[in-house]
């Protein structure tokens, strides 16, 4: 199965907001709520951000939301800070006992 | 605190096998699937592996099925991947992570604890 779909590169001055859009099908994304977002700092181990498509874990910033329409997830960082500045993957179950990841979102803070 | 300390990792020759070890503490184990994921250089992440809390069950990603094996000890808290006829392309960083729901219906849900990761490097 191939990677879930997201744009490379996204990019935005301090405090303004980006928007990454996740991918897949109908099959994944589509028939579960099981969307999660990650965020990947250099040489650290990543950092659930959001699970089931829109919660936060306790101690995320609500500057980070989510949401679901169809077979794409989308991923919104508002208030962008330097420390944002990361690699953001998202993934969904599958619908047969395996996890598919995105390939990944470099966002820049400018 | 609620951590995995992983271990194991190192440069191998290509063809021999590999055991990496995560290390629970701060939280039952024992009542928690578990998963193995790993990151290539310069590329994205990949899902390999994920156990039962029991150990009763393993599901794999189908570019492992095989060669990977994951197994734990709830008695020590540990979970493991064993990596058999090591190839080039298992260089990577590879992670354990936590899923967070303790009943096997939600597995797949979401990763909410990882390791610092060990990095494997194949040689030829």
């Known amino acids: 199965q191939s990677a879930l779909t997201q744009p490379p590169s996204a990019s935005g001055s301090p405090g303004q907001s980006v928007t990454i859009s996740c991918t897949g099908t109908r099959s994944d994304i589509g028939d579960h709520n099981s969307v999660s977002w990650y965020q990947c700092h250099p040489g650290k181990a990543p950092k659930l951000v959001i699970y089931e498509v829109s919660k936060r874990p306790s101690g995320v910033p609500d500057r980070f939301s989510a949401s679901k329409s169809g077979n794409t997830a989308s991923l919104t960082v508002s208030g962008l800070q330097p420390e944002d500045e990361a690699d953001y993957y998202c993934s969904s179950y599958t619908g047969s006992n395996s996890l598919i990841f995105g390939g990944g979102t470099r966002v820049t803070v400018l | 605190q609620v951590q995995l300390v992983q271990s194991g990792g190192g440069v191998v020759q290509s063809g021999k096998s590999l055991r990496l070890s995560c290390a629970a503490s701060?939280?039952?184990?024992?009542?928690?699937?578990m998963h193995w994921v790993r990151q290539a250089p310069g590329r994205g992440l990949e899902w390999l592996a994920l156990?039962?809390?029991?150990?009763?069950?393993?599901h794999y990603a189908d570019s492992v099925k095989g060669r990977f094996t994951v197994s734990r000890d709830n008695s020590k808290s540990t979970l493991f991947l064993h990596i058999a006829s090591l190839r080039g392309d298992d260089s990577a960083t590879y992670y354990c992570?936590?899923?967070?729901?303790?009943?096997?219906?939600?597995?797949?849900?979401?990763?909410?604890?990882w390791g610092q990761g060990t990095t494997v490097t194949v040689s030829s």
């Open positions: 156990i039962w809390f029991d150990g009763n069950v393993q």
């Open positions: 992570g936590r899923d967070m729901w303790g009943t096997p219906h939600s597995y797949f849900y979401g990763l909410d604890v």
């Open positions: 701060g939280f039952v184990f024992s009542n928690y699937g």
